[in-house]
């Protein structure tokens, strides 16, 4: 709970800077520019959150992947790019690729890591 009232000040602190900084740029003349100004800036956290939340997941998976299907180790294949589409927006991804020498199977450890 104390995280959370930690983050809201922080994202309060933040808010009144860009407000300030659109108020003086005569950015927010009337409502619907205030409410396009909200839906820009809470779109830009989030692309932000879910691009460095990414990197920090596909940082932290293992060297050695196993297959998901057999649980042999993986053969790596290179990267593959791709765009995760979220709720709020598309986010860019590069992720390793695998080929299982066992099954035959190509697998993405960032995505069978949420299975194990």
């Known amino acids: 709970m104390a995280r959370n009232k930690a983050i809201e000040e922080r994202v309060k602190t933040l808010v009144a800077e860009l407000l300030a900084e659109e108020k003086s740029e005569g950015q927010l003349r009337n409502i619907n ?6 839906v820009r800036v809470g779109d830009m956290v989030a692309r932000e959150f879910g691009l460095q939340s990414l990197a920090d997941h596909t940082s932290q998976l293992p060297d050695e992947p196993c297959c998901p299907h057999c649980g042999h180790a993986g053969e790596h ?17 590069t992720e390793a690729k695998y080929r299982c020498p066992k099954c035959r199977r190509l697998f993405f450890p960032s ?5 194990t």
């Open 111 to 115: 995505d069978c890591s949420a299975r």
């Open 77 to 93: 294949l290179g990267e593959r790019p791709r765009e995760l589409i979220t709720r709020r927006g598309k986010v860019p991804l």
């Open 33 to 38: 520019d205030i409410e396009d100004a909200m």
